[in-house]
């Protein structure tokens, strides 16, 4: 997986062209959530790529719903407007996530070690 850099932030790549405007869309709502939660591990990053997708995909599902009411496709509309609940269910659950993942990390040697049960100390 490559991954792109800008300011030192890694974002998973979801995009052979980095260049197109839904690539800069997907680097916005992503980098927007990294400053939001801190630095993730790089087991968040497929979750941090759904993400960002989602949030494109939503982007432009609400376009278009705009644009068949703007035609008058009532049923064009609405059954676009269900899709839009999926998945900004969907976003709602990667976010959880997301959030999760940050605010857990590893527990450190020492950490680990005091959580052992004492071994030997004969009562």
Do not use: W
Request: aromatic share 4%.
């Amino acid at each position: 997986m490559h991954a792109l850099r800008p300011g030192g932030v890694r974002i998973p790549r979801a995009f052979k062209d980095p260049r197109t405007k839904v690539a800069i869309k997907y680097r916005g709502y992503v980098v927007a959530l990294l400053e939001r939660l801190g630095p993730l591990p790089r087991s968040a990053d497929p979750h941090l790529r759904a993400y960002g997708l989602l949030a494109c995909e939503i982007e432009e599902l609400a376009g278009n719903i705009e644009a068949a009411r703007k035609r008058r496709r009532v049923t064009v509309a609405t059954r676009l407007g269900r899709r839009l609940v999926g998945l900004t269910e969907a976003l709602a659950r990667e976010e959880e996530r997301l959030q999760a993942l940050a605010t857990s990390r590893p527990l450190t040697t020492a950490e680990r070690l005091a959580a052992l049960p004492n071994v030997g100390e004969g009562s």
